[in-house]
């Protein structure tokens, strides 16, 4: 049998493993031998190092004892049964809870090696978690060696320590040797990496520390490795489609002529623009063009902290897809984003005579009926909306543009929807995130696409102020903010919850329905406030937009359904109450509601008492930066690559033991290998 098959085998071909026990590590993800092999410890117990009783107080006792004698305390089924022990240097009792079948295993005068946790109780020295080996049997040996460091692993109920060695041992003796390299081998001598097998053995069984450091580093960077080699592979596919019979030839950019790459109609955008791009915008765009006159469909991804000016150059970007006779669509993932695009765009291109609608599933009937006609037709040349524009029933005469802002809120399905929705060649298409993506997520999520960075700020921007306010001091905070709408501006109070839970009820958390109230009639009354929240009927919520962008409501009291792409330069503050209930790229895009303009703007993150750890060190990193990719690199940190958003849904990040932030450095070098050997093989 071949040995993949042998992998694929279930587990019950193991000796040992039967139905019942099948049934509990279906609870830890594990039918198979593949799956067994790969369930890796979580640490090593080194049983090689002497620890004797008398040291107790370390972390753990490692040592030979002899049985001396038993005794039983209790009554009934709370008799439990006592052994004492001693080693060259002291004497102690286990205490064997649930475990009196030992008394006929722990014979006055029987040797054992003993490894437990062990604390001075009762006058005496116990332990009541334990592990004893007999003197002549040592069970895990493997090619006559004594394994002398052993794992331990992830549980679950009905599983014990000593069961999941059994049964990992098992496996490694009767399976591991059957493995066969899947790295090249010019890579395992370039890097002094074990064999497959003998990684896998010293994973789990190594004879020694040095080892299963190299086993660990091979299999951190096959991991790795496979993963960028799958993430080339899926760019190699893209690129075997050639968008055009003629390509038209790549242009270098010239930075010293930068004006000359623009095209007429990007030219005539930027000179009616009131601001000049910066070098970030100018360059994205320009290598956009570049992409675009090439004989692949761009795939790249644009990332910029929030107010840097993404959506501007994605609109340059379609401008040029427009002048070679495509049709663009900018897919958001609200009505409330993708309407202030549709409304941006309104206002910059219709001047240049750019033909823009906007589409989500609230407009019906014949409205409906006339715009899709229109974009069947080719009489619209941009138009921005929702998941709606990859709906059934939208057909597009020439999409060849395509861009998904706030990428993270998509899942890989819906972004192949709207890309598909292109006719005969593939469209250009542009991702855009306001989330900064740590370099470790890009290299894995977002591998095969360009990345384009801005990371300058449109000038005459000042850095948002941000300060910690605890509860308690919220009045000191509103009189601020009171000062500050005095003075003409705007301000934000975002709340976690809409309406009050009762399920919430212990923690007293403040919802935007009540506190709406209360800010409007007692806290600020003579300034003109509104509410906003997901369950805002959508007309009504674009006219509160509208009002408050115009300066005639003053306060918008909301939950984080502002949270992206609203865009009021007359706001100054930001005040996120229970901020501690919010993640860090919520709390740095609420913070990116203000400061949109000249003013100085400020962000207050009202806090409660009793924080997490984590909270804490939340509400520390929002204090210390305002930049989006330092902001991203820590709740990396804290949350792990699995939870961040978008991750989950990337179709391939389902990683074992390499871990893409930790590992970085590994990451880089299996990606610049894998992806010289794609070189190489086409």
Same mark, same amino acid.
């Given at each position: 049998?071949?040995?993949?098959?042998?992998?694929?085998?279930?587990?019950?071909?193991?000796?040992?493993?039967?139905?019942?026990?099948?049934?509990?590590?279906?609870?830890?993800?594990?039918?198979?031998?593949? $799956?067994?092999?790969?369930?890796?410890?979580?640490?090593?117990?080194?049983?090689?190092?002497?620890?004797?009783?008398?040291?107790?107080?370390?972390?753990? &006792?490692?040592?030979?004892?002899?049985?001396?004698?038993?005794?039983?305390?209790?009554?009934?089924?709370?008799?439990?049964?006592?052994?004492?022990?001693? $080693?060259?240097?002291?004497?102690?009792?286990?205490?064997?809870?649930?475990?009196?079948?030992?008394?006929?295993?722990?014979?006055?005068?029987?040797?054992?090696?003993?490894? =437990?946790?062990?604390?001075?109780?009762?006058?005496?020295?116990?332990?009541?978690?334990?592990?004893?080996?007999?003197?002549?049997?040592?069970?895990?040996?493997?090619?006559?060696?004594?394994?002398?460091?052993?794992?331990?692993?992830?549980?679950?109920?009905?599983?014990?320590?000593?069961?999941?060695?059994?049964?990992?041992?098992?496996?490694?003796?009767?399976? &591991?040797?059957?493995?066969?390299?899947?790295?090249?081998?010019?890579?395992?001598?370039?890097?002094?990496?074990?064999?497959?097998?003998?990684?896998?053995?010293?994973?789990?069984?190594?004879?020694?520390?040095?080892?299963?450091?190299?086993?660990?580093?091979?299999?951190?960077?096959?991991?790795?490795?496979?993963?960028?080699?799958?993430?080339?592979?899926?760019?190699?596919?893209?690129?075997?489609?050639?968008?055009? #019979?003629?390509?038209?030839?790549?242009?270098?950019?010239?930075?010293?002529?930068?004006?000359?790459?623009?095209?007429?109609?990007?030219?005539?955008?930027?000179?009616?623009?009131?601001?000049?791009?910066?070098?970030?915008?100018?360059?994205?765009?320009?290598?956009?063009?570049?992409?675009?006159?090439?004989?692949?469909?761009?795939?790249?991804?644009?990332?910029?902290?929030? =107010?840097?000016?993404?959506?501007?150059?994605?609109?340059?970007?379609?401008?040029?897809?427009?002048?070679?006779?495509?049709?663009?669509?900018?897919?958001?993932?609200?009505?409330?984003?993708?309407?202030?695009?549709?409304?941006?765009?309104?206002?910059?291109?219709?001047?240049?005579?750019?033909?823009?609608?906007?589409?989500?599933?609230?407009?019906?009937?014949?409205?409906?009926?006339?715009?899709?006609?229109?974009?069947?037709? =080719?009489?619209?040349?941009?138009?921005?909306?929702?998941?709606?524009?990859?709906?059934?029933?939208?057909?597009?005469?020439?999409?060849?543009?395509?861009?998904? !802002?706030?990428?993270?809120?998509?899942?890989?399905?819906?972004?192949?929807?709207?890309?598909?929705?292109?006719?005969?060649?593939?469209? !250009?298409?542009?991702?855009?995130?306001?989330?900064?993506?740590?370099?470790?997520?890009?290299?894995?999520?977002?591998?095969?696409? !360009?990345?384009?960075?801005?990371?300058?700020?449109?000038?005459?921007? #000042?850095?948002? #102020?941000?300060?910690?306010?605890?509860?308690?001091?919220?009045?000191?905070?509103?009189?601020?903010?009171?000062?500050?709408?005095?003075?003409?501006?705007?301000?934000?109070?975002?709340?976690?919850?809409?309406?009050?839970?009762?399920?919430?009820?212990?923690?007293?958390?403040?919802?935007?329905?009540?506190?709406?109230?209360?800010?409007?009639?007692? &806290?600020?009354?003579?300034?003109?406030?509104?509410?906003?929240?997901?369950?805002?009927?959508?007309?009504?919520?674009?006219?509160?937009?509208?009002?408050?962008?115009?300066?005639?409501?003053?306060?918008?009291?909301?939950?984080?359904?502002?949270?992206?792409?609203?865009?009021?330069?007359?706001?100054?503050?930001?005040?996120?109450?229970?901020?501690?209930?919010?993640?860090?790229?919520?709390?740095?895009?609420?913070?990116?509601?203000?400061?949109?303009?000249?003013?100085?703007?400020?962000?207050?993150?009202?806090?409660?008492?009793?924080?997490?750890?984590?909270?804490?060190?939340?509400?520390?990193?929002?204090?210390?930066?305002?930049?989006?990719?330092?902001?991203?690199?820590?709740?990396?940190?804290?949350?792990?690559?699995?939870?961040?958003?978008?991750?989950?849904?990337?179709?391939?990040?389902?990683?074992?033991?390499?871990?893409?932030?930790?590992?970085?450095?590994?990451?880089?070098?299996?990606?610049?290998?894998?992806?010289?050997?794609?070189?190489?093989?086409?």
């Amino acid at each position: 049998m071949p040995p993949n098959d042998v992998f694929n085998r279930h587990i019950t071909g193991i000796k040992g493993i039967g139905t019942a026990a099948a049934g509990h590590f279906e609870r830890l993800g594990i039918s198979t031998i593949k $799956d067994l092999i790969s369930h890796y410890p979580r640490e090593w117990e080194d049983r090689g190092r002497k620890i004797p009783l008398k040291n107790w107080d370390k972390a753990f &006792v490692c040592t030979k004892i002899k049985i001396l004698a038993h005794d039983w305390f209790g009554s009934g089924y709370k008799k439990t049964l006592k052994v004492y022990v001693e $080693d060259e240097s002291a004497r102690a009792s286990l205490i064997c809870f649930n475990r009196p079948f030992l008394k006929n295993q722990l014979l006055p005068g029987r040797e054992f090696h003993i490894y =437990g946790k062990f604390d001075y109780r009762f006058g005496e020295i116990q332990s009541s978690s334990f592990e004893l080996e007999p003197i002549d049997n040592r069970p895990f040996t493997i090619d006559s060696r004594v394994c002398l460091i052993l794992p331990v692993y992830p549980l679950t109920a009905g599983i014990n320590q000593l069961a999941m060695r059994k049964f990992m041992y098992s496996a490694i003796v009767n399976y &591991v040797p059957l493995m066969e390299n899947e790295l090249p081998e010019e890579i395992i001598k370039k890097y002094y990496f074990l064999n497959k097998s003998e990684s896998f053995r010293a994973i789990h069984f190594p004879f020694s520390f040095d080892e299963l450091e190299k086993a660990k580093k091979t299999l951190v960077y096959e991991e790795l490795f496979q993963m960028e080699m799958m993430i080339g592979q899926r760019a190699m596919n893209r690129k075997t489609i050639t968008r055009r #019979k003629t390509a038209l030839p790549s242009k270098k950019i010239n930075s010293s002529k930068i004006i000359s790459a623009f095209t007429p109609l990007q030219q005539r955008l930027i000179e009616r623009l009131p601001f000049s791009l910066t070098s970030s915008q100018k360059d994205a765009v320009l290598q956009m063009n570049d992409d675009m006159d090439g004989p692949y469909a761009m795939a790249r991804l644009l990332q910029g902290d929030v =107010g840097s000016g993404k959506t501007l150059v994605s609109f340059l970007a379609a401008l040029k897809a427009i002048e070679g006779g495509a049709q663009a669509a900018l897919m958001a993932p609200t009505e409330l984003l993708a309407r202030q695009h549709a409304e941006n765009a309104a206002a910059m291109l219709e001047p240049l005579g750019i033909r823009i609608a906007f589409l989500s599933g609230n407009i019906k009937s014949a409205g409906r009926k006339q715009l899709l006609s229109a974009l069947q037709d =080719g009489n619209i040349d941009l138009v921005a909306g929702t998941h709606a524009l990859f709906s059934k029933d939208v057909e597009y005469k020439n999409l060849g543009f395509v861009v998904i !802002d706030e990428q993270h809120r998509f899942g890989v399905l819906q972004r192949q929807a709207i890309i598909s929705k292109a006719k005969d060649v593939p469209p !250009d298409f542009l991702m855009m995130s306001a989330t900064p993506i740590p370099q470790s997520l890009a290299l894995t999520v977002f591998g095969d696409l !360009d990345v384009t960075i801005i990371n300058e700020m449109p000038a005459g921007r #000042k850095p948002v #102020k941000t300060h910690l306010a605890l509860e308690s001091g919220a009045d000191r905070v509103y009189d601020f903010v009171r000062r500050e709408l005095k003075a003409g501006n705007q301000a934000y109070f975002v709340y976690p919850l809409i309406e009050g839970d009762s399920e919430e009820k212990d923690a007293e958390l403040k919802d935007a329905v009540s506190m709406a109230e209360r800010l409007s009639k007692e &806290v600020f009354p003579g300034h003109s406030l509104a509410l906003l929240h997901s369950r805002v009927e959508e007309n009504k919520k674009r006219e509160i937009m509208d009002s408050f962008r115009k300066g005639e409501i003053k306060i918008l009291a909301a939950t984080s359904v502002v949270e992206v792409g609203v865009d009021v330069k007359g706001a100054s503050c930001m005040v996120i109450e229970h901020a501690e209930r919010f993640g860090l790229a919520a709390l740095h895009q609420l913070r990116g509601r203000v400061g949109r303009g000249d003013r100085q703007s400020y962000c207050f993150l009202v806090y409660s008492e009793n924080l997490t750890d984590d909270a804490k060190a939340r509400l520390k990193i929002m204090l210390n930066s305002n930049d989006g990719f330092v902001i991203a690199e820590e709740d990396l940190k804290l949350r792990g690559p699995g939870l961040l958003g978008g991750i989950e849904q990337s179709g391939f990040l389902k990683l074992g033991i390499a871990d893409p932030f930790r590992d970085v450095e590994v990451l880089e070098m299996a990606r610049k290998d894998a992806f010289t050997i794609l070189d190489i093989l086409t």
